[in-house]
């Protein structure tokens, strides 16, 4: 077994005002998505965001469904949801950069993005990163988004 990291997480940034979030998830694991949207939904609410959630089949869809969203400028932040287990093919690695590849370039569009898809090996890599007592690898999605709309709003100021 890997030896354990504790991470530093960053304080959750002080925003005023209203503060919309979407959730968009892909249920491909429904026990792993659950405990990532639980994880993601706490961190929201300690921020006072409302929160908005779509499901999408699977991660590969996560990016353009926060792009048609982001056409109509509704949310403030995204927050991308999943889980990808490898599998026997290379479709594993597919997903894995494709999906995180669109997040990326939508972030450097100036969405602000958290990115919560797991890409791991075993569902139990799957279970501890999911768990809201665990990794809370959806909590920390949620941060990262809450981070960059602060600095977003924060240099809009200036
Ligand atoms: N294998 C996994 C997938 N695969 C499905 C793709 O994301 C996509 O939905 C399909 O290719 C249709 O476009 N998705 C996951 O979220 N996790 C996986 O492990
Ligand atoms: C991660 C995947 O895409 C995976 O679930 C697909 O499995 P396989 O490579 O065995 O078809």
């Known amino acids: 077994m890997a030896a354990s990291i504790d991470h530093h997480h960053l304080p959750l940034p ?8 979407l959730i968009v ?3 491909y694991y429904r026990q792993i998505a659950d405990g990532l949207v639980a994880g993601a939904r706490a961190v929201a609410a300690e921020a006072s ?11 590969l869809e996560i990016p353009a469904a926060i792009a048609l969203a982001a056409r109509r400028d509704l949310y403030d932040g995204h927050v991308a949801l999943g889980c990808v287990i490898r599998g026997e093919t290379t479709h594993y690695d597919t997903v894995c950069n494709d999906s995180s590849r669109g ?19 075993t569902l139990a890599q799957a279970q501890v990163r999911a768990d809201p007592q665990g ?4 909590g920390g999605a949620a941060a990262a988004a809450l981070h960059l709309i602060a ?3 924060r240099w809009d100021r200036m």
């Open 14 to 21: 002080r925003i005023e005002g209203s503060l919309r979030l």
């Open 25 to 27: 998830v892909a249920p």
């Open 49 to 59: 965001a409302t929160v908005d959630l779509v499901e999408v089949p699977g991660a």
């Open 103 to 121: 997040l990326t370039l939508l972030g450097l569009q100036g969405h602000c993005i958290g990115n919560g898809i797991l890409t791991v090996e």
């Open 135 to 138: 990794q809370n690898k959806g």
């Open 151 to 153: 600095l977003k709003r």
